[in-house]
């Protein structure tokens, strides 16, 4: 075993004679373990019980090891964790102190769950001879117990009792964190067992806990390939589970001249502009996607990296999900939702596609070649061919914005390598409809399984403390705005030049237009008229108000990006502009809400 202590910052010696030395403790062992992850950043908020974790943390960072991010809510921390792996590939860590710091963790983490991010949670406990004492923010077993609720929104749980289980328990927690499907692992510690001396070294080989074992199933493959020799056409729908194997993905679908579509996150990893892509199917999505999938002569349909959640097939419809359907998948678990399905395929996707192209090239040479069911189609102003819903709108010069040319604005001036958070919402429809790009690096950031508002501040954030260099712009909507508009002074604080967009309409845009559609009473969702870049000005943020077309066309986005600290841009939009997700009214029985989640 490789003993890394003695390169990473968990000893420490004072530095003049009045200090004393310093021991390592439990909570250096941990940072040990991070650091020998190359995890940089450990986000949270400060508390008593978490104050050795802290402490390491503070020792670490005068090494030059990782350190902490102080959010402005133990929320806001764990979607700056988030933000962080969608950016540098690494676990998220967040920690909180006891009590309610653990609870104010809790969206957060079931957001992670819900969209399969790994991350490793860190709560503190009182010192256990306090345990049963009504101690101040006691959340043990006894109290309001945190072990207990995190239970149902984590893939690991568990309470570190006595000091010998600490590594352990540590090690299963990253473990249990990347095994697909990810997700979060909580550990939590009471504060007398983080500051004890520690009883061992880290000994790891780091590549070990996080290793992406490579799995594929050679008889399901040999079955997919037997169908691909008796078909004429096929249709890929791809999902946000793709990831790295989305170049593959793209050479297959060019040596088969299939036709593909993608769910509303899946969109981000393929190119919107390619001339066999017909858009997005299901929420938000495009009229083009869902006449290709409800073609008669399709004669396969193969789905690639989805949860086939709600979302993501207009509600369960059988466009999607048929007898035609070949299901490929890393996590078992997604597979429940494909029963119809004539073939289900397990296994790491790169590595399924690898031996697919193997035999499409093969089958090629041999002289099998495949039919485009659609192969004509008539670009929109995108450069795509997907159809969109009153494009005239795109190009409107009213006032209030329409949110149509703002997302088209978007779609031609940002910068090619721009990470995109979109916030729930109408931010969800507007950009999934409307807001198209040709980059399909993953870029193009949305967590739809959760659907937790003010989610894209923090994820932003965290994004762009993983790559200070990349562009990173945050779309969210007001009503979600004011739920973490706070944490905007992290990104100040750390000068971080990421734009927040904020669409301002007075209202929670898809409440109202939910209700509206659905036929509901109208109620909750007017907002009172706020200036945002007014606010973002108290907390030291510059602001920007944008109230026309015009002004629009002026915002230089290459220089918002390459300023020493965030922009806040307050854009007036059209709010009685109906959001493209008139399907949903369509797919729900009774039409008893148009909201999603109703």
């Not at 104010?104 to 009182?126: F, H, K, R, W, Y």
């Not at 992406?212 to 493959?221: C, E, K, L, P, V």
């Not at 494909?338 to 073939?343: K, T």
Request: hydrophobic letters at 40%.
């Amino acid at each position: 075993m490789l003993n890394v202590v003695s390169t990473e910052p968990s000893s420490y010696l004072a530095k003049s004679s009045g200090e004393k030395s310093f021991q390592d403790t439990s909570a250096d062992l941990i940072v040990s373990y991070l650091a020998k992850l190359g995890i940089d950043k450990v986000f949270g908020v400060p508390g008593g019980a978490i104050e050795p974790l802290l402490n390491a943390l503070a020792r670490s960072e005068r090494e030059g090891g990782p350190r902490l991010v102080v959010a402005r809510h133990e929320c806001g921390a764990a979607f700056m964790a988030d933000g962080y792996y969608r950016e540098t590939g690494k676990m998220g860590a967040v920690c909180s102190t006891t009590g309610p710091g653990a609870t104010n963790l809790l969206t957060g983490v079931a957001s992670a769950l819900a969209d399969e991010t790994p991350m490793l949670v860190i709560t503190a406990q009182t010192p256990l001879p306090k345990f049963g004492k009504c101690a101040l923010q006691e959340s043990s077993c006894t109290a309001t117990d945190t072990v207990g609720i995190f239970r149902y929104v984590t893939h690991f749980n568990t309470l570190v009792s006595h000091q010998e289980q600490l590594e352990s328990k540590l090690v299963s927690a990253i473990m249990a964190a990347h095994r697909k499907p990810h997700g979060p692992a909580h550990i939590s510690i009471p504060s007398d067992i983080l500051r004890a001396p520690a009883k061992m070294k880290a000994r790891i080989h780091s590549d070990l806990l996080v290793h992406d074992f490579s799995m594929s199933d050679a008889q399901s493959i040999a079955r997919l390939c037997e169908k691909l020799a008796r078909v004429d056409n096929l249709v890929l729908y791809i999902g946000s589970g793709v990831g790295k194997a989305s170049k593959q993905i793209m050479e297959f679908i060019e040596l088969t001249c299939a036709n593909f579509v993608t769910s509303p996150t899946g969109k981000g990893w393929v190119d919107e502009t390619h001339p066999l892509y017909r858009g997005v199917y299901g929420f938000a999505g495009h009229e083009s996607a869902t006449a290709l999938l409800q073609d008669p002569n399709v004669n396969l349909i193969v789905a690639i990296g989805t949860d086939l959640g709600e979302l993501g097939t207009s509600g369960w419809k059988g466009d999607l999900l048929n007898t035609k359907l070949v299901h490929i998948d890393s996590s078992i678990e997604h597979f429940t939702r494909s029963p119809m399905a004539n073939l289900h395929v397990f296994g790491n996707i790169d590595a399924t596609f690898e031996q697919l192209l193997v035999y499409v090239r093969n089958a090629r040479a041999q002289g099998k070649s495949w039919d485009t069911l659609d192969p004509i189609a008539i670009p929109n102003f995108n450069g795509g061919y997907a159809t969109l819903r009153e494009p005239e709108k795109c190009f409107s010069n009213d006032s209030p914005v329409k949110p149509q040319r703002l997302m088209a604005h978007l779609s031609q001036k940002l910068p090619e390598k721009t990470r995109i958070f979109i916030d729930a919402g109408n931010s969800w429809s507007w950009a999934t409809h409307y807001l198209e790009r040709a980059n399909n690096e993953g870029l193009y950031r949305i967590a739809m399984g959760y659907g937790s508002m003010a989610w894209s501040i923090g994820a932003a954030i965290g994004s762009a403390l993983g790559n200070r260099e990349a562009p990173t712009l945050c779309i969210v909507g007001d009503g979600s705005y004011l739920m973490s508009a706070q944490e905007i002074t992290v990104a100040a604080q750390h000068q971080l030049p990421v734009v927040f967009l904020v669409l301002n309409d007075a209202a929670m845009g898809m409440v109202m237009h939910g209700q509206r559609l659905g036929n509901q009473e109208s109620i909750g969702w007017e907002l009172n008229t706020i200036d945002y870049a007014a606010l973002a000005h108290a907390m030291g943020v510059d602001g920007i108000v944008i109230q026309s077309p015009h002004e629009l066309d002026k915002l230089d986005f290459d220089h918002l990006f390459s300023k020493s600290g965030p922009t806040l841009v307050d854009i007036r939009i059209d709010r009685n502009e109906v959001p493209p997700m008139q399907d949903r009214v369509r797919g729900l029985a009774m039409l008893d809400s148009a909201t999603p989640g109703g």
